[in-house]
Structure formats: C-alpha cells, structure tokens
C-alpha cells in the first residue's frame, strides 16, 4: 500500500492572499494549452493574438462551464439549499462534461470574431485540451478529492488512504489513474496524430473516443459522486461519455466521407 503524500492545499501564503495547488493546476493548465498551441499555430498560419483570444476565450468557457456543470449535474440540491454556492469556485468542483460544452461554445464565439468554422477550430485545439486534464487531475489528488472506489485487498500496491475520507479505507488513486488515461496518453495519441492533415472533424472525433474510453474505463475505479450509481452498475460519468463515445465514431465516419482538409497539401480551395 502506497502512503498519501500529504501536501498542504495552499501552496503559496502572502499574509492574506493564499494561493491554492487547485488554482495553480488551472494555471499550469492553460499555459501548456497556450504553449501547444502557438506551435501548432505555425503550421496553419494564425497570429499570435487569434492564439491568445483562442486560449482565453476557451479558459472563460472551462472555468464557467466546468462550475455550471458540476452544480447542475452532481449538486443540483446543494444549490438549491445555498445558491451562492455556485460562486466558491475555490471549494473545488468543477466538471469535465460542463467545461467541454462550456468551451465548444465559447469557440463559436471566437469563430464569430475571426470567420472560422467551427470544427476547423475544434481541430485545432483538441490536441491541446488533455494536459489541462492531466492537470486537473493532478489537483484534484494533491486536494484528496474525487478518490477511488474501496479496495478489497489492503495489500493492493496502488492502494492508499486519503486524509479527506471520512471512513479512512483503502482506495485506488483514481485521480492518477485519469491524470495517466485522459491526459498524458490521450495527450500522446491525439498530438501525434494531428501532426499530420487529418480530414476535418477527425481530430476532434479522435478526442471524443479517446476520452470517451478512458473516462469509461477508469470510472470503474472512482468512488461515484455522492456515493451512489446513476444506473444500475454505471456511474453518472460513465453515462455522459456514452453519447460522446457514439457521436465520435459517427464523426470519424463522416470525416473520411467527406474528406474536407483546412490546411496541408490536400487544402480544400
């Protein structure tokens, strides 16, 4: 059995301005996503400033997505008995599935601004999106959040016991197991295949596989949300990666169908 590695959830104290491990996860997050994407950026010809607005546009459409999500997917009754719940963001609670619709509308936004088309740019940024995962997941295991289900075997090597659960068993440190599945290897996979021109809505179809999968699979490990499966044997995260999982590999269908290029040697005129 592994031993948690405490860590203080305040990683920098001023006097009163205290910054968080969560927040500096966002951070991290969204200047790897920047840093990702200005290379990319290089090959299609975009300036710098479409690069920041994308970058900024997509950090608005996480942050309050992500929170909009979370409050109305898992904490609808929290709300309910304290609405002003919904603004302590520094609480943690943020959702993966409200971030995502949260993003793809604010691109529409910034394809209003430059005159892109919608999945030219969804394309374009979902190889970027899985470090800001894996960092995220990062966050949630330095805050002993989201954990694992109960390990039956005390001896398990990945086991260990998270300071925040009140029944103190020996769960799977399902934050690392996500940080691994839907960051770094998802990271890998989409990166080297939007290296090269991909028919539009592949990449982003990639990504809904990609995820879709992992989050399935290693939902099997986390302790689902409020204790309770949503249906049956499935948790609520489980049952939202099912449309995303569909609606990817219909996507990647119709991409090759179509066999629309934005940029390289087989751009459509």
Not at 11 to 17: E, M, N, V, Y
Not at 20 to 35: D, K, S, T, V
Not at 243 to 261: E, F, V
Request: positive net charge; glycine residues 12%.
């Amino acid at each position: 059995m592994l031993t948690y590695p405490t860590i203080d959830p305040v990683a920098i104290s001023l006097g009163p301005l205290q910054v968080h491990w969560y927040g500096l996860m966002y951070l991290l997050a969204f200047l790897c996503a920047w840093g990702l994407a200005t290379y990319r950026s290089k090959q299609r010809g975009w300036t710098p400033e479409m690069v920041s607005d994308l970058i900024f546009y997509g950090a608005l459409g996480v942050v309050l997505g992500g929170r909009l999500g979370y409050v109305f997917f898992y904490g609808f009754d929290q709300f309910l008995a304290n609405p002003l719940w919904l603004f302590q963001v520094w609480t943690g609670g943020m959702s993966f599935h409200g971030g995502f619709l949260g993003v793809m509308f604010a691109m529409l936004l910034w394809c209003k601004k430059y005159s892109m088309t919608w999945f030219q740019t969804l394309d374009f940024i979902a190889p970027c999106v899985p470090t800001g995962l894996m960092f995220g997941r990062i966050g949630n295991f330095i805050g002993g959040e989201l954990y694992g289900r109960q390990v039956t075997d005390p001896n398990f090597a990945l086991g260990m016991i998270f300071p925040t659960d009140p029944l103190q068993l020996v769960r799977h440190p399902s934050q690392l197991y996500q940080a691994l599945c839907e960051g770094l290897i998802l990271f890998l996979v989409l990166w080297f295949f939007s290296m090269k021109p991909r028919p539009r809505f592949a990449v982003s179809a990639l990504f809904l596989i990609g995820y879709g999968i992992a989050r399935f699979v290693v939902e099997f490990f986390r302790e689902p949300d409020n204790g309770q499966l949503f249906i049956g044997w499935m948790s609520k995260g489980q049952f939202l990666t099912v449309p995303m999982i569909l609606i990817g590999m219909w996507m990647m269908w119709y991409a090759y169908q179509k066999k629309i290029y934005d940029w390289g040697p087989l751009k459509n005129s």
